[in-house]
């Protein structure tokens, strides 16, 4: 066998397995891409929330998560959804389903607002 | 502009949400730290008119403690719907209540004494060091829940 052989044999699935790494990998990122999100987080930290505008999809559970040392509750304008008052590291989730605003705020501190978006 | 006209309208001021607790507060905290200051310097300077300030202040210390506690359980009720509290929450609730029944109790002695045209006596000493202390505590985590110191 020639050397070009050799080569070629030695490299057809080096190339092969790169290719098909590729295209996997494509194929994945198009797929996560392609299908709705679920879930999103919103953190409390430091008297705010964040991210401060959340947008998301209709179906989708919104959690949020007190990191501050503070209690904090999440209580919509228009009292679609409320929560306990959550100590820290505590958790409140809410499903959204029809699209739409939903502002928020923290019902200890007024002064701390957020807004959902469904869309 | 519309900031300043804000803090100038009757209506904001007094219906924000859950302001009036935090704005009220500082009324007892402030005549009852005085009215002690004044009683323990009164003592030791044996001022007369010293002790009738201490005493005035200790009195509008111990009536601004209504208000303060009324707004605070208003706050608890509407803003928290009354929900059972843990936490610095209830660690705020609880010192509070102590709070205002050490104002109130030396108010009380001093009151006696007055009446009776006694001196106070020496336990209000002690009474009055727990009552600033508890003040300081309950104040401190007011402050601590409103953001304004710690947080």
């Given at each position: ?119 | ?58 009195l509008l210390?111990a009536a601004s403690?209504l ?85």
């Amino acid at each position: 066998m020639s050397r070009r052989v050799w080569i070629f044999v030695l490299a057809a699935p080096v190339v092969a397995a790169a290719a098909l790494l590729i295209s996997g990998g494509r194929s994945v990122t198009a797929s996560a891409g392609q299908a709705p999100a679920s879930s999103a987080e919103v953190k409390i930290d430091n008297f705010s929330f964040g991210p401060t505008t959340l947008t998301v999809a209709p179906g989708t559970t919104v959690t949020w998560t007190n990191r501050d040392d503070i209690p904090h509750t999440v209580v919509s304008d228009d009292k679609v959804f409320k929560s306990k008052v959550l100590d820290t590291d505590e958790k409140f989730s809410f499903t959204f389903t029809k699209p739409g605003t939903y502002g928020y705020f923290c019902s200890i501190h007024p002064k701390m607002t957020g807004k959902v978006v469904v869309q | 502009m519309i900031g300043v006209a804000k803090a100038f309208d009757p209506g904001t001021v007094l219906l924000a949400k859950h302001a009036q607790h935090v704005v009220l507060v500082h009324f007892p905290i402030a005549l009852f730290l005085t009215g002690v200051a004044f009683d323990w310097v009164a003592r030791w300077k044996k001022r007369k008119a010293l002790a009738e300030a201490a005493y005035y202040n200790l009195l509008l210390a111990a009536a601004s403690t209504l208000p303060v506690v009324v707004t605070g359980v208003l706050a608890w009720q509407f803003q928290l719907e009354g929900e059972r509290l843990k936490g610095i929450l209830l660690l705020h609730l609880v010192m509070g209540w102590a709070s205002t029944l050490l104002i109130c109790a030396v108010w009380w002695v001093h009151f006696r004494a007055r009446r009776r045209g006694t001196a106070s006596p020496g336990y209000l000493r002690v009474v009055e060091c727990v009552a600033v202390a508890a003040v300081a505590l309950t104040g401190h985590l007011g402050g601590f829940l409103s953001g304004v110191s710690g947080g």
